[in-house]
């Protein structure tokens, strides 16, 4: 079992850029798919972002295509978020997921691919 813990979150001026990173705490002897979401209030829990166990490959939400880049490094078993132009609509608590495994492409962003969940973090893109 992996325990992801996030890290990151903040407030921004629309525009601006933050980092979140996660550490999928526990078995650090696998690496696993990982996954942001995000849910804004009132708003059902979406996905963000994902990035496969190897091969680097990638999935993300159309509208923050070209403004986010999801990304990991093995060595430190840590995944990030880099979030660039951020806009009022970016506001949520962000969350990181771990799946076992190597997931299949297309199931990347079903929150049902995933087994572990952080307990967020909260980003807010204000003036």
């Known amino acids: 079992q992996v325990q992801p813990v996030e890290s990151g979150g903040g407030l921004v001026q629309p525009g601006g850029s933050l980092r979140l990173s996660c550490a999928p705490s526990?078995?650090?002897?696998?690496?696993?798919?990982m996954a942001w979401f995000r849910q804004a209030p009132g708003k059902n829990r979406e996905f963000v972002a994902a990035?496969?166990?190897?091969?680097?490959?990638?999935a993300y939400l159309d509208t923050v295509k070209g403004r986010f880049i999801v990304s990991r490094d093995n060595m430190k078993n840590l995944v990030y978020l880099q979030m660039n132009n951020l806009k009022p609509e970016d506001t949520a608590v962000y969350y990181c997921?771990?799946?076992?495994?190597?997931?299949?492409?297309?199931?990347?962003?079903?929150?049902?691919?995933?087994?572990?969940w952080g307990q967020g973090t909260q980003v807010t893109v204000s003036s």
């Open positions: 997921a771990a799946a076992a495994g190597n997931p299949v492409t297309s199931s990347l962003g079903h929150a049902r691919t995933y087994d572990d």
């Open positions: 526990g078995r650090s002897d696998r690496t696993y798919a």
């Open positions: 990035i496969k166990r190897t091969g680097g490959g990638t």
